[in-house]
Each structure stands twice: as structure tokens, then as C-alpha cells.
């Protein structure tokens, strides 16, 4: 399997401070990929360097295509999904206009509407309470709806910033599920940005761990799960 | 991702839907016939003095509607409307007293100039939010009257004095026809009909593409952009089409007065047009009657009351409609429907 994202001496600011410090970071099509860390690491940065929300040096390539200095907005018509940390619902919406959102950049109406179903078919609730406002859901509701907003892009990268926060841990293992699922029959690739390690270590084939704005380790993400070591002084389980 | 055509459960519910929203629906279109029925032909019984408040009436309510564009559907605030206001009127005045043009024309023209003006605006305030939008925008409010007076303007402005505009008359064809119809009445039905195609417009510009978008952007910035969507271009949108309807609301408000000075146009309009959208409901387009009316009428109801002191029995009537409703004109609608749900139900 070939790269689809590769990032290389990454240095992310905001205002004066700097948040990346020349991270390195390159995810496999077709591959679940994880990055983990402690709070502050530079997990979310990272995810925003890719997406153009924070200004960088270095270069993120997709698909060979560098993205440095584009727009968020055409970053997003290259097939790169954002769920945002914190869901980002659109809270005053309903389900369903969250989800008709998320394909804001589509054109063909058609597809929409058929894939809003099959996000149904996902996430049985979310037809449920399709015509509720978004921000009256549970925080797992939110998440799913984030997820399946995301998806409705047809992307072919989806970057999830800590999809477990908040969220009960019976709960987050049917996110995770799903997660593995759209992977598999969707071939989405993802990267998933956690604390939770212990569960994005099941569910991803590649780990990389971040500190202080740089990899400090990465592999295959079943060895780096058994290595007492790492998972003592990195990952804190 | 697969495509399978399953358009038929989507169909199926968004019937379901419909139905369960059918009695809402069914009141809420009572009410805006009533409202539009009134609208017609209230003024036919009454004087000239008492239509051509109604003209002021429906002006404001055009001019709420634009800030209801840029607050309930983009999200950001503004205290600068008077400025748009200004430069809609001034455009109207000086080209029909100085090149001519008549007055139905002036409005295309009042409302491309203001689009301009409040799009180039946005873009400085792209930087700002919240409270320090609104302060930027106060700024230009407080200037504006200024600017119109400056000496290099005069011999378009009038300067302090300002412009003294000719009523124009109903056209002929009225006439032709055996109806008498006056000055007032005519710009009242003229004004009626570019306020109900400015309300056409704005409900189906809510509701499309562009709309929804700036309704994101007001909900979640940074999930509205990782949706793809342009955040400064519809920000920066958002102020140019409020600035444009805020310059036709304008244009029209000089019309009907016929009479433009720098002096009316100060912070205070501004102020009372945010006030109206506050007690009309922010975002809900029909409550700009309710808040416009609160604007035009409530002020000479206070007046009626106590001359001396009608400042502070406004004050009065304020803090008293924010303490019982504080949602404005919306809540109100809101509860009558449920209301007159609850005795549809039990009958």
C-alpha cells in the first residue's frame, strides 16, 4: 500500500508560540493510524497543520499534492474529512441539516440524499432524532452525528480528533466499531488522534506518539501495545 | 463509498415529517395571510398622517430584516446600520434632486452601492467578533453623520443643511382608471411590495445553499470550515447583502420623508434597530414587523403617557417586554401556537 499522507519537518505556530517542533508523520491508504499523546502534545495542531487552520513551515503532502499554503476549504475538496475535537455540532440545525451540511461542497443532490440514509443505516438513532436540533443530542449522539457528517463528504482521509472525549466507554467501543467498519467497506482511510490508547491501539494498525510537538516513537501499533516500556512512560496505562 | 439508490425511505419519512408539521405549518400561514391582508388594506381607512407612519413602519421592518440576515443567520453583530442607512438615503436624495433619476430606480442602485460598502466593511471585521465587531461597527455609525457634513461633499450632500427631496406622485394610470390615491398611500403600497419581495428573498436565501452555510459559520466556525466552506466569503457576504437591503431601506426611508440630513442618521438609529431586532427575535425573519413596530410606535405611546418623561417609560416598557419575553416577538408566536395547538387538540 502506498502513502497517502506524508508530513515532514512540521513546525506549527500559534502567535509567537510554537505548538510542532519538525514533526514527522506518514499514514499508509487504506490504513487505520493513530496518533497519541498527552494533553498539550500537539495531537490537535497536527491535525489542524493538515487541514490549514494553523500557520506552518515544513510540507504536508496528499496524494503527492502538496497542501501547504491552501486553503482549509480546498483542502477539503481534495477528500480530507475533519471531525473536530469538541463534535462541532451545528447546534441551532437539525440532524438532518448537519448531515446535508456535511456535503455543503457536493453537487449531486441525488447521492446526498441516498447517502444520508446510509448514514442512517450507521447510526440508527440519528433517524430517529432526524428532525431534532443537533445540539439537543447525548454527547455520544453528537459524536456519531460528527462522524457521519464527516463521511457524508465521500472523503478518502478522515482525520477524527479525540472521537472518545466525553463519551461512556461502552459507547465510544460501538464508535470504534463503526470506525473500523467504514475502514473496511468504505476503504476511508483514518487517522484517529486519542488519549484513549488503549482502544486506538486495537483498532489501528500504525501508532505514532507524539511529545512536546515531536514523534518521539512509531510502528506497528500491536508491538508498541505489548512493549511494557513505551506504554509505561508515554501512554500511561 | 457505494451509492445505492434508497431514495424512497428518505421520501417516505420526510412525509411523515411534513404531516407531523402540518398543523404548525397550517397556523403559521393563517397568521401570515392575516398579517398580509391587514397590510393591504388597513391604510385604506386611515389618514395620511397615520399611512405614512405605516410607510415608516414597513421601512424599519426592512431594515431589521437586514440586520436579522447578519445576526440571526451569520452570526455577527453590528451597530453600524445607520451608517448603511445613510448611504442608501444620501443615494436615493442626490439622484433624484441632482441628476434626476426617478425615485423607483434609486433603489437598485442605493442597494448595489450599500452591498459594495458593507461587503468592502467585512472584510476589516473578518478579524474581529463578538463585542469588538460591534464596537468597529459603532465606530462607523458615530462617523458617518461627520463624513456627510464634510465641506468637500456639499454641493452633493448639502452639508448640514441637507437635501430636500420632491414626493413623487402616483403614476398616472391611477388616475386613468377613476382611482384617487395620495401621495402617502402610494408610497405606502410601494414600499409594501419591495418589502414583501425583500422578505421573499431573504426566507429563500436563508434556506438555500449560501444561507445554510452562513448559519454553520454562526453555530461552529472552525466545524464550518472543516465542512468545506469558504468562512470569510460568506462572513464578508453576510455584511455586504444586510448593508444592501439596510441602503434599499434607506433609500426608501428618504423618500418618504422626503428629506435627508446627517443628523438622521446618527448611533441612535443604530441602536434603535438593534433594539427592534432584540424585541422582534434575532434570527426570525417575521418578528421585524413586531420589532420595527416596537421602534415607530412605542415611543409615541410613551410620549401619550407623560411628556416630560417619556424616555423613561419606554425604558419602562422595555425592561418589562425583556423580563416577561425575553425571545422577543418570536416566543410570543411561539406560545400562541401551542396555545391554539392545545385547543385544536382538545376540541
Known amino acids: 500500500m502506498s502513502t497517502m499522507l506524508a508530513i515532514k519537518e512540521l513546525r506549527s505556530y500559534y502567535g509567537q508560540v510554537q505548538a510542532l517542533h519538525g514533526l514527522e508523520l506518514s499514514i499508509r491508504e487504506g490504513a487505520v493510524t493513530t496518533l497519541l499523546g498527552a494533553n498539550g502534545a500537539g495531537k490537535t495542531t497536527t491535525i489542524r497543520a493538515v487541514c490549514n487552520m494553523v500557520r506552518s513551515t515544513g510540507s504536508i503532502e496528499f496524494e503527492g499534492k502538496s497542501l501547504m499554503g491552501r486553503s482549509t476549504e480546498s483542502i477539503v475538496q481534495y477528500g480530507i474529512a475533519h471531525v473536530p475535537q469538541g463534535r462541532g455540532t451545528f447546534t441551532t440545525m437539525t440532524v438532518e441539516e448537519n448531515l446535508q451540511l456535511g456535503a455543503i461542497t457536493r453537487k449531486d443532490t441525488k447521492a446526498i440524499s441516498s447517502d444520508i440514509e446510509k448514514m442512517y443505516a450507521y447510526f440508527p438513532v440519528l433517524k430517529q432524532r432526524h428532525t431534532q436540533q443537533a445540539g439537543t443530542l447525548s454527547g455520544g449522539e453528537q459524536q456519531m452525528l460528527a462522524v457521519a457528517r464527516a463521511l457524508m463528504l465521500r472523503p478518502r482521509l478522515m482525520l477524527l480528533d479525540e472521537p472518545s472525549f466525553g463519551l461512556a466507554p461502552l459507547i465510544v467501543r460501538d464508535l470504534f466499531g463503526i470506525l ?31 511529545e512536546t510537538g515531536r514523534i518521539v516513537m512509531s510502528g506497528n501499533a500491536k508491538e508498541i501495545a505489548n512493549n511494557e516500556d513505551i506504554r509505561k512512560s508515554y501512554l500511561g496505562y | 463509498m457505494t451509492t445505492a439508490h434508497e431514495t424512497a425511505p428518505a421520501a417516505t419519512a420526510s412525509k411523515k415529517a411534513a404531516a407531523a408539521a402540518a398543523p404548525s405549518m397550517n397556523i403559521a400561514r393563517v397568521a401570515s395571510l392575516i398579517t398580509l391582508a391587514l397590510l393591504l388594506l388597513v391604510p385604506l381607512f386611515l389618514k395620511n398622517f397615520y399611512i405614512f407612519q405605516m410607510t415608516q413602519w414597513l421601512i424599519y421592518a426592512i431594515a431589521l430584516l437586514a440586520l436579522n440576515i447578519l445576526t440571526g443567520g451569520s452570526g455577527q453583530f453590528s451597530l453600524g446600520q445607520s451608517a448603511f442607512y445613510a448611504v442608501g438615503a444620501y443615494t436615493a436624495a442626490v439622484m433624484m434632486e441632482i441628476l434626476g433619476v426617478n425615485y423607483a430606480l434609486t433603489l437598485p442602485v442605493a442597494g448595489l452601492i450599500c452591498f459594495v ?31 456627510l457634513k464634510l465641506h468637500f461633499f456639499e454641493s452633493w450632500t448639502g452639508g448640514v443643511q441637507g437635501l ?8 398616472e394610470f391611477l388616475k386613468t382608471i377613476g382611482l384617487k390615491v395620495s401621495q402617502d398611500m402610494w408610497l405606502y403600497y410601494f414600499t409594501l411590495v419591495v418589502g414583501i419581495g425583500i422578505y421573499i ?7 438555500s445553499r449560501s444561507g445554510r452555510a452562513m448559519m454553520a459559520i454562526r453555530d461552529n466556525q472552525i466545524a464550518a470550515s472543516a465542512m468545506g466552506i469558504d468562512v470569510p466569503l460568506y462572513k464578508t457576504l453576510a455584511f455586504g447583502i444586510s448593508a444592501g ?17 446627517p443628523d438622521s442618521y446618527t448611533i441612535q438609529l443604530a441602536i434603535a434597530l438593534f433594539l427592534g431586532m432584540v424585541i422582534g427575535g434575532v434570527g426570525w425573519l417575521p418578528g421585524s414587523l413586531a420589532g420595527a413596530a416596537f421602534i415607530v410606535f412605542v415611543p409615541n405611546i410613551a410620549e ?21 419575553v425575553p425571545h422577543g416577538a418570536r416566543q410570543v408566536a411561539y406560545m400562541a401556537q401551542h396555545l391554539i395547538g392545545k385547543i385544536g387538540k382538545s376540541s
Not at chain 1, 187 to 199: G, M, P, S
Request: no cysteine; hydrophobic share 65%.
Open chain 2, 304 to 324: 401619550s403617557i407623560s411628556k416630560g418623561l417619556s424616555g423613561a417609560i419606554f425604558g419602562i416598557i422595555l425592561i418589562v417586554i425583556i423580563f416577561l
Open chain 2, 164 to 171: 430636500v427631496i420632491i414626493k413623487p406622485d402616483p403614476p
Open chain 2, 245 to 261: 437591503i439596510t441602503g434599499v431601506a434607506g433609500a426608501l426611508g428618504a423618500i418618504a420623508v422626503a428629506f435627508v440630513a
Open chain 2, 201 to 207: 428573498a431573504s426566507v429563500n436565501l436563508l434556506a
Open chain 2, 117 to 147: 460598502f458593507g461587503f468592502l466593511f467585512g472584510l476589516p471585521a473578518l478579524r474581529l467578533s463578538g463585542v469588538y465587531l460591534a464596537l468597529a461597527t459603532f465606530a462607523l455609525a458615530v462617523a458617518m453623520p461627520q463624513v
Open chain 1, 180 to 210: 473500523k467498519k467504514i475502514n473496511l467497506e468504505d476503504k476511508v482511510t483514518i487517522l484517529v488522534v486519542e488519549q484513549n490508547a488503549q482502544l486506538a491501539l486495537e483498532l489501528a494498525e500504525t501508532a505514532f506518539v507524539i
